[in-house]
């Protein structure tokens, strides 16, 4: 700090100078000088910062080894008949590699149902409580830059590092195919797959605006951590319990009912087991990799007469896991709004 | 005080039933240092985080360069640099890089972010750590670093939030220097807050006493110190080499001298209340004694006493309202957590 005056002088008034000339060159270089808005600025420091943590590897490695562990089994499975030609969905090959298993380890989909959760919360879980912690809160909105960009930045960024990782691990699954079995892809499984990609990157979504706003909500990290994990094992594990002794108290005994009347009572459990974003997930990845699934419900006799037993076609698909897809967006953009509603206005201090 | 830079009208903000700030007016000009001098938990930060929009006022009104802070606080913040009294920086990242992302924040372009950022770390003195991880910061250069992030802006108002907290004295001294330089040069408004009386006696224009949400007085350090102690004597304090002997002698001599109304004596050095200046007439007094004097000094109303009588008066005023019952509930701390 010695001699600040000399350094200043010259520092400010050369600013000052490319100030004024900013200031009158302004409508000409303004449009090709546009400076970076604030919050693409963030979010790249916060995809750097993901990047790098080793929260991120270790979840990068786990989720990886779940990857190539389900794809080994189902590599191996494959050319097993029984499993492959009893569902008439003959050739759509990739979407039996991830679905394909002996029942040592279960599919991929249904691993990433709970691994999802764990990345969501594993990403989220101290977004804003430990900047604040660390005092870079206030410093960052001390800045100007509007609050609702800094808590976007913090949704959006690791949403973008899992969209990568999951899109990479679906294309190399489907080079990997390539080169082993020599089948070419179909148009309709690419999109399917596509489709279960984005279905996964919704699902994390939904994990990680939970677990933003239960870090806005708690003032310590491990607090927040916890509470996800808790909300997480209560849907994984209780929610289940707690519907089903629920049914027993309250439903009638299905020996007495009508075959109707037990249509009606399995569709309103189902109804409820759906709360369960996990559920929402399994039932729309399983009708998305299986053309074969008609529907998640119980079916009629009635209702299958008619039907030709062939693979339903990708639209099909998407109308029948529509409500799902809708259920999932909707509980995601509730979290991020009820986040976004505690934060705004709250007082900021460190 | 035309087009003050900062202006707060009945700011009031409340905690449940607790008034961190109490009915605030306040107006500071261009190129102004002001102090915001207060002891802990007297709501000098409360105020500074609604003069930014961190948080709202229960009511009044906050205007920051024209701007209202609680309704438009981008548009403040892009003329404010704010330093608060505890940041902290990304440890995992170097000091350059911190600063280099609030420059792009600030919407500095690409191309000259970075070699600002250089130029500003030399300017505090942090050109050796420049790529340290900002982790590894000691709590003064943490404290440069956030002013080096102030100035990346090239802002016109700059508030300081304790910011001589944890620099040793020299540190504080350079830190203040500058401060007042980029002050002087860019006609920069400062705010500082402070705990720390006698540091922000150095720079400040004019200093606010801010107990329990209430800006007390607010004026430069003479004015304050002539309207509080304008009842009280000129205190005049003359050294000797040697202890003085024939003191009850002198005594009488000097209470002769008009003015003189008290005297106190401690082995060589002597002090002498007078209700005017007569410094001239005491050391003539004592030279035709043949004693050898060592120092005149007259003493002065620094900022400790001026605040230590502000405070004074509120505990008096509370004892008289019949706050606090027992001495325990007087003493400091506990009025504070009131």
């Not at chain 1, 040592?104 to 990345?119: D, E, K, N, V």
């Not at chain 1, 430990?130 to 509007?146: D, F, H, K, W």
């Not at chain 2, 009386?197 to 801010?210: A, S, W, Y």
Request: charged letters at 15%.
């Amino acid at each position: 700090m010695e001699s600040p005056v000399v350094y200043f002088k010259g520092l400010f008034s050369k600013k000052l100078k490319s100030n004024a000339l900013t200031v009158v060159g302004a409508s000409s270089i303004s449009k090709h000088k546009q400076p970076v808005s604030p919050f693409v600025v963030i979010v790249k420091k916060e995809i750097g910062d993901q990047v790098r943590s080793w929260r991120f590897i270790v979840l990068l490695v786990l989720i990886v080894l779940t990857f190539l562990g389900s794809m080994y089994v189902s590599m191996t499975n494959i050319t097993n008949p029984a499993a492959s030609s009893a569902i008439p969905d003959n050739g759509l090959l990739y979407l039996k590699i991830l679905t394909t298993t002996d029942g040592s380890l279960p599919s991929f989909h249904i691993f990433m149902s709970f691994l999802g959760a764990i990345l969501g919360i594993g990403l989220g879980f101290d977004a804003v409580n430990s900047e604040q912690q660390n005092g870079t809160l206030i410093r960052l909105l001390a800045q100007p830059i509007y609050r609702d960009n800094f808590l976007l930045a913090k949704f959006i960024s690791p949403l973008i590092v899992i969209s990568a990782l999951f899109l990479s691990l679906g294309l190399l699954m489907i080079g990997g195919g390539l080169v082993i079995t020599g089948v070419s892809i179909e148009i309709v499984e690419v999109l399917r797959i596509l489709t279960f990609i984005l279905l996964t990157v919704l699902y994390v979504g939904f994990w990680l605006s939970l677990s933003i706003l239960l870090s806005v909500k708690f003032k310590q990290a491990t607090t927040s951590a916890l509470t996800a994990i808790g909300i997480w094992l209560f849907f994984t594990i209780f929610y289940k319990i707690v519907v089903n002794m629920v049914v027993k108290a309250f439903l009638p005994d299905p020996a007495f009912l009508s075959q109707t009347d037990i249509l009606d009572y399995n569709n309103l459990i189902l109804g409820f087991l759906r709360f369960a974003p996990s559920q929402l997930y399994t039932d729309a990845t399983t009708v998305m990799l299986m053309p074969a699934v008609r529907s998640l419900g119980p079916l009629t006799m009635e209702q299958m007469a008619g039907a030709i037993p062939a693979p339903l076609s990708f639209r099909e698909s998407v109308l029948i896991v529509w409500p799902q897809i809708t259920g999932l967006i909707a509980a995601t953009v509730m979290c991020f709004a009820i986040s976004y509603y505690w934060f705004m206005r709250r007082e900021i201090r460190s | 005080m035309k087009n003050p830079v900062i202006e707060l009208i009945g700011l009031t903000k409340l905690y449940g039933s607790l008034k961190a700030v109490d009915n605030l007016n306040l107006e500071i000009s261009k190129g102004e240092i002001y102090g915001l001098l207060g002891p802990n938990g007297a709501g000098k930060t409360t105020t500074i985080l609604m003069m930014l929009g961190l948080t709202e006022p229960t009511s009044g009104k906050v205007s920051v360069c024209g701007y209202n802070a609680t309704s438009n606080p981008v548009a403040v913040k892009q003329k404010v640099g704010y330093m608060p009294d505890n940041m902290g920086f990304y440890d995992g990242m170097n000091a350059l890089d911190n600063l280099v992302y609030i420059g792009r924040l600030n919407g500095i372009p690409e191309s000259r972010v970075k070699e600002r950022a250089v130029e500003l770390m030399e300017l505090v003195g942090l050109s050796k750590a420049i790529d340290k991880k900002a982790g590894t910061y000691s709590r003064g250069m943490k404290q440069r670093l956030g002013l080096a992030e102030v100035l990346i802006k090239q802002p016109e108002v700059i508030i300081l939030d304790e910011p001589t907290l944890g620099i040793d004295p020299a540190g504080v001294k350079e830190f203040l220097t500058l401060i007042k330089e980029l002050s002087k040069q860019q006609s920069i408004t400062v705010l500082l807050s402070s705990h720390h009386l006698n540091q922000v006696q150095q720079v400040c224009d004019r200093v606010g006493i801010f107990v329990e949400g209430r800006l007390l007085a607010s004026d430069n350090i003479d004015k304050l110190s002539t309207h509080l102690f304008s009842r009280e004597a000129h205190v005049v304090i003359i050294t000797f080499a040697h202890p003085l002997q024939n003191i009850e002698e002198y005594n009488q001599q000097l209470l002769n001298i008009e003015g003189v109304n008290a005297i106190e004596m401690h082995d060589n050095t002597i002090e002498i209340s007078c209700t005017r200046n007569a410094t001239p007439e005491f050391v003539r007094f004592f030279v035709e004694k043949g004693q050898d004097i060592m120092g005149v000094q007259r003493k002065e109303y620094g900022l400790e006493e001026i605040y230590q009588r502000y405070f004074e008066n509120t505990l008096t005023e509370n004892e008289t309202n019949g706050k606090s019952g027992s001495i325990f509930q007087r003493s400091f701390f506990k009025k504070i957590k009131k």
